[in-house]
T-cell receptor
Framework: ETGVTQTPRHLVMGMTNKKSLKCEQH?????MYWYKQSAKKPLELMFV???????ENNSVPSRFSPECPNSSHLFLHLHTLQPEDSALYLC????????????????FGPGTRLLVL | DQQVKQNSPSLSVQEGRISILNCDYT??????FLWYKKYPAEGPTFLIS?????DKNEDGRFTVFLNKSAKHLSLHIVPSQPGDSAVYFC????????????FGTGTSLTVIP
């Protein structure tokens, strides 16, 4: 496999369910990201893991919980979501320079289309 | 407040003609810009980038122009092909904010055969 993969591609869940989204990158990158894309809105950065450390959390509700066990895998654990959380969730990765401030090009997975009922 | 704006949600162009997609930004600290292309049911794929030290970058049929004084960038595709039909996103970042990219809402391009 190459690039960035995400599973599942589609997910329907109730508001009381617990589910997890999985992302895996095969590019040897050291930074991974979760984005949310809602209809007619720009991509919203949710979480950043750089060198496996979470560096940014853009005020995301606690019902979204990220996990980065290693530099190749990223999870997004979902719990008691709301219907307005229905969106496309995209994972991305990049190769960041240690101590360097410049953001490198990010490579995206295909996304998980989430529907919360 | 949206820092990167793509004011045209859609654009239709005849095959063989030029497609021009526009993007405006508000943050004068942005110094690195990218264009992504997205097909349905796929994630965005990187297309072309430009840093603020340049005003033009070309890659085959794709050219990105940056006008820093106007805080405006554009993507030119020439000649346009039906396979170019997709949603195009521009994104911007500032060196001092590391990994943070700000995205526009996208422009859906349709190239008519």
């Amino acid at each position: 496999e190459t690039g960035v993969t995400q599973t599942p591609r589609h997910l329907v869940m109730g508001m009381t369910n617990k589910k997890s989204l999985k992302c895996e990158q095969h590019l040897g990158h050291n930074a991974m990201y979760w984005y949310k894309q809602s209809a007619k809105k720009p991509l919203e950065l949710m979480f950043v893991y750089n060198f496996k450390e979470q560096t940014e959390n853009n005020s995301v509700p606690s019902r979204f919980s990220p996990e980065c066990p290693n530099s190749s895998h990223l999870f997004l654990h979902l719990h008691t979501l709301q219907p307005e959380d229905s969106a496309l969730y995209l994972c991305a990765s990049s190769q960041e320079l240690a101590g360097g401030p410049i953001a490198e090009t990010q490579y995206f997975g295909p996304g998980t289309r989430l529907l919360v009922l | 407040d949206q820092q990167v704006k793509q004011n045209s949600p859609s654009l239709s162009v005849q095959e063989g003609r030029i497609s021009i997609l526009n993007c405006d930004y508000t943050n004068s600290m942005f110094d690195y810009f990218l264009w992504y292309k997205k097909y349905p049911a796929e994630g965005p794929t990187f297309l072309i980038s430009i840093s603020s030290i340049k005003d033009k970058n070309e890659d085959g049929r794709f050219t990105v122009f940056l006008n820093k004084s106007a805080k405006h960038l554009s993507l030119h595709i020439v000649p346009s092909q039906p396979g170019d039909s997709a949603v195009y996103f521009c994104a911007a970042s500032a060196s001092n904010t590391g990994n943070q990219f700000y995205f526009g809402t996208g422009t859906s391009l349709t190239v008519i055969p």
